[in-house]
């Protein structure tokens, strides 16, 4: 049931959670004999870390990967039994916080390899996962590095990773020559670390197919309902469906001008809707209307969704107030207080995200705080 707060609500997100689930167990079936992972960092992409960790959990996935050991202490008491991998890994003066809050750190460099190792001969055992780079130049030890720690004799019985894991540059471009490459390197990887699990695929990977599944796979934006593929049809369900208020509904006479800059100039007698949305929301400037123009921006902008049609966004996004020009729906039809969709059921994330010059990640990972959350639905 929405509550009164959300029925009012300036701007309001719904966030299904029976579509979050559905995605999940989409994903880890295309996984084949793969496990899938569950990817929380960033508050959940946005979604929202509490309730997207349970409802993953419930769905079956056992394995979560967060940027920050801060994030993994704030996930751990929400999944007691369930294994938190850090991205970021562990640097002298955090290592506690691993052990405290059972959190796997991944190693990504030597220096990195160096504190794990200091704080395992303190320690004993402990789990880690290592991070080698196959392309993305971005973390992960070098090929080299890795090859060398693989025949190290010097290496104590204690270090034990439970992983070895690389990430792909082009998962979301499946011609793209680089996944051949970085799948022919990772082999070379696993085949130095025999025994040991294996990942690689991100959201993208995943739908490259079974050679780059591995043992576990780490799906992040396509169980969000994301696109993972570019210029292919998104089959995931929309998770995410973002609403704002229309303030107030205006008429502007053929010739006149509307927002800062004077950045609209209307050639026919239209209707605005001024909506309370703006860039502080998280509905990038970049969003901004036809004619506006801005670093990147594409001349067409963004659309919303009202009363079964899209309608396009005008002028400049403020901090905010956005408008709509809602002069192709029936006069009667737009009132002061309705609901118009920004993206979600209606109009894909991505599309509007494109609109910006962006991806969905983005428009996800920026959502501001002025949102009233509504969770519907369930495992
Ligand atoms: C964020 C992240 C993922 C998830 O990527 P998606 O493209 O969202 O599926 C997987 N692996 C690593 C290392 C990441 O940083």
């Keep these: 049931m929405s509550s009164p707060e959300f029925l009012a609500a300036s701007n309001r997100l719904t966030v299904d959670l029976s579509a979050l689930a559905d995605n999940w167990r989409t994903m880890n079936e ?100 290592l991070h080698v780079d196959t392309g993305m130049n971005r973390l992960g030890l070098s090929f080299e590095e890795a090859l060398a720690l693989a025949s190290d004799p010097a290496r104590p019985a204690s270090f034990s990773p439970v992983l070895v894991m690389s990430h792909l540059a082009c998962g979301d471009d499946p011609m793209h020559p680089m996944n051949v490459y970085q799948l022919e390197g990772f082999r070379a990887v696993t085949a130095a670390f025999e025994g040991i699990p294996a990942s690689l695929a991100n959201s993208g990977g995943v739908f490259l197919g079974n050679d780059y599944h591995f043992d576990l796979t780490r799906p992040g934006i396509a169980v969000y309902g994301g696109e993972a593929v570019i210029g292919a049809v998104n089959p995931m369900k929309p998770v995410v469906t973002a609403e704002a208020r229309i303030l107030q509904v205006r008429t502007v006479p053929a010739g006149g001008t509307a927002s800062y800059g004077a950045s609209v100039r209307f050639t026919r007698d239209s209707r605005i809707a001024t909506v309370a949305i703006g860039y502080a929301d998280g509905y990038h400037r970049s969003l901004s209307g036809g004619g506006v123009m801005l670093r990147q921006a594409r001349a067409s902008g963004a659309q ?76």
């Design 30 to 129: 295309l996984s084949g004999k793969a496990r899938a992972a569950a990817v929380l960092k960033a508050n959940a992409y946005g979604v929202g870390v509490t309730e997207a960790a349970h409802t993953l959990y419930a769905a079956g996935a056992r394995d979560f990967f967060v940027a920050s050991v801060e994030e993994g202490a704030e996930l751990r008491p929400l999944i007691p039994d369930a294994r938190i991998y850090i991205l970021a890994g562990m640097w002298p003066g955090n290592e506690e916080l691993f052990f405290a809050y059972d959190l796997v750190p991944i190693v990504n460099s030597e220096e990195q390899l160096a504190v794990f190792m200091a704080a395992l001969s303190e320690r004993g055992e402990y789990p880690c996962v």
């Design 304 to 379: 919303g969704f009202l009363h079964g049609r899209l309608v396009p966004h005008v002028g400049r996004v403020t901090m905010d107030l956005s408008l709509f020009d809602v002069t192709d729906l029936p006069e009667q039809a737009v009132r002061a207080g309705d609901y118009i969709e920004l993206f979600g059921r209606n109009v894909a994330i991505d599309d509007v995200a494109r609109a910006g010059g962006t991806i969905g990640y983005e428009l996800l990972t920026s959502l501001g705080r002025r949102y009233c959350r509504n969770y519907v639905g369930g495992v």
